[in-house]
């Protein structure tokens, strides 16, 4: 039995008040938890309200009673139940995982692009010669600091990106996963540099692997909000 649309809405909003405030999260929930009711539908044979109920407190979840004075009666009575949502925890958990190693993916992918797909490979290759011409026309000193600057601004960016543009759509935390494995060679820079800089290849290939990690971050970051724009919209629409 397939969910009308008002339905996979109601599951949506419902997910948001118990907590899940980010889209990237909630989208990816969603799905579970629409397959999750419709095959309680068929199999318990309930309608759809009791069926969400069964998937929720089959994650965990419990029923909580709010018990309130009757003074007319001078007894206590039961106001209301809720559902708590601390078996969302574990879900969330592994969805983060699932949204990291297929995010690291697509970073991998775009990276990898870079150097083996037009137009992409031309840009790579013009970075090589700037790099290039750069390590070999430059002081030490000079070298250094634009390395620095080169690899800082998308690291910088992204952190504007995510306060001014995906706040409510992407968690913190995904947002920095996506960015972690392109912000090692900003922190190593200062443990290497004496190394790569004994090499003008070895800081050549430490620098264009820098640049197009960072660069593939954004783009990265910038393809789950168009993905995530899109979904929503097919929902709300």
């Known amino acids: 039995m397939k969910l009308t649309k008002q339905q996979i809405q109601y599951i949506d909003s419902y997910l948001s008040i118990s907590g899940i405030s980010y889209l990237d999260l909630r989208m990816e929930l969603l799905d579970h938890f629409v397959l999750a009711t419709e095959d309680e539908m068929i199999n318990a044979n309930v309608d759809f309200e009791e069926a969400l109920k069964m998937v ?11 018990y309130v004075l009757d003074k007319k009666e001078w007894k206590w009575k039961i106001e209301e139940n809720k ?23 697509e970073l ?3 990276a990898l692009s ?11 290759f013009g970075i090589i010669f700037c790099l290039y011409f750069a390590t070999t026309t430059l002081d030490f000193a000079t070298i250094k600091l634009l ?26 935390e995904n947002v920095l996963s996506v960015m972690a494995l392109p912000s090692l060679f900003l922190y190593m820079f200062s443990v290497v540099d004496e190394i790569l800089f004994e090499n003008q290849w070895l800081l050549l290939t430490y620098w264009l692997f820098a640049l197009v ?4 971050g954004l783009i990265t970051i910038s393809n789950i909000r168009k993905r995530l724009v899109s979904q929503y919209k097919l929902l709300t629409t």
């Open 114 to 124: 870079f150097l083996i797909k037009t137009p992409k490979n031309i840009i790579a």
């Open 147 to 172: 390395l620095l600057f080169s690899v800082a601004i998308p690291q910088i960016a992204q952190f504007f990106f995510h306060f001014k543009k995906y706040k409510k759509m992407i968690s913190g």
């Open 83 to 105: 559902q708590t949502n601390e078996g969302f925890q574990k879900l969330i958990k592994e969805k983060r995982k699932q949204i990291h190693w297929s995010q690291q993916r």
């Open 56 to 66: 929720a407190l089959s994650f965990g979840n419990k029923i909580s009673s709010k």
């Open 108 to 110: 991998f992918k775009i």
């Open 213 to 216: 990690l960072n660069i593939s």
